[in-house]
């Protein structure tokens, strides 16, 4: 087994391509962006805007940019046209003693991938790189041509079967995603349990319809009320094409609803603390889309002052639904746990603050339905090819408001099937998981001999 570095294999010197000179002419572009597909671009001259090398097939390529997502890639030859490649790739041209693939699967291991995030410079996430000097001196054991190629048959039959796996993993998690927007469909359309109006008219009994469920909160408001100014008198939901709704229902705009719905405040940066502080900071990614906040991005904090002086607007508490009006992604809601006693929320979240005896369950169900989000969605505002909701939309938002035992027994079936989903999504994202760490495993395994020094 021959004792080799990378540098043996490295393009000491590439060529330079400046595609848009040639505007006519078809190229087979491997990019950045195409290697999750796998595919190159076959694009025109005229649509390439920045200098590119030029490479042949079996050529592997390395990407420089943000090495904690590896990313290696054997040039192939899909097309005729020439091929060419993003500054963005180290090359290693074909060789006599090296088979590419074998190459791009030593290139592609945990271990490497490791080695260049800690070699690399640069702020962080896309705008890290590696010099093509970083791997310059890393051994690689190199057996013969026969066994490179026997063991990257052995890796593709084994990866083979993790890709199949996963693909079936992947669509157990698109039909819990569909069967989750399938309940909140049906919950806030009142096809989950039965209707609060077949119950009363089975037992023959009256009950509180929607509407009178809407015009006693409408009266407990202004008791409620904790903006500064003047109380206002909410504008009622506009329904015009909307669907009807069960016996017993009404709309009701999210302002009718709630106390004064607003933003948060984003203190300056001194002030954020990442480790510690008296009062936690939630921002869009502390929310998710299933109610809960994220546990697995911590917030930020401030201090108490801060907390009292400066962050009065961005005051929640348990209860409080929040969802973020800047995406993407848009229309991510979580609730403010009792566990959380006070907490602030920056400028690209909402608060939504249900009026008793309201609480938080069905707006945030109804929030989290496809059908009401993509409505806000349409009417929100583009700003640089990015969708924003506004508070105004927000607050005349309708949803539609059963009798309120109806919400109780509704969030109850709710949360019983969505916490049997959350166990299965768990376990499918557990074997996920599994699946990555035996590719890694076999990847160990077939370059044991090939250990970083």
Known sequence: MRQAQLGEFLARKTRGITPNKMPSELFELYSVPAFDRRVPEIVCGSEVGSNKQIVVPNTVLLCKINPRI????????????????????ITFPPHPDVEPKFLANFLSQSKIR??????????????????????????????????????????????????????????????????????LKAAVEGRLVETEASLAHREGRSYET??????????????????????????????DGLPLLPEGWTWASIDQISDFVTKGTTPAAQKLFDDSGDVQFLKVYNLTFDGTLNHRHKPAFVSRETHIEELARSKVRPGDVLINIVGPPLGQVSVVPELLAEANINQAIARIRPIAPLGFQFIAMALMCDDVMRWAIRRGKTTAGQANLTLELIRGLPIPLPPLGEQ??????????????????????????????????TMAKAFAPNVLV
Do not use: M
């Open 70 to 89: 590896n990313r290696a890639w054997v040039v192939g030859s899909v097309t005729n046209h020439q091929k060419i490649a993003s500054t963005e790739w």
């Open 114 to 183: 490791l080695y260049l995030a800690a070699n690399a410079s640069g702020v962080g996430g896309s705008l890290t790189r590696v010099k093509a000097s970083t791997v310059e001196h890393l051994p690689l054991s190199l057996p013969s041509l026969a066994e490179q190629r026997r063991i990257v048959a052995e890796i593709e039959k084994q990866f083979s079967r993790l890709d199949e796996a996963v693909a079936n993993l992947q669509r157990v998690k698109a039909n819990l995603k569909r069967y989750k927007a399938a309940v």
């Open 210 to 239: 929607g509407e009178q469920l809407l015009q006693r909160i409408l009266q407990e408001r202004p008791k409620q009320w904790t903006a500064r100014g003047r109380y206002s008198e909410p504008p009622p939901a506009v329904c």
């Open 408 to 441: 109780i027994r509704v969030a109850a079936e709710v949360d019983r099937r969505l916490s049997i989903l959350r166990g299965v999504e768990a376990e499918v994202d557990a074997n996920l998981q599994r699946a990555q760490r035996l590719r890694q495993s």
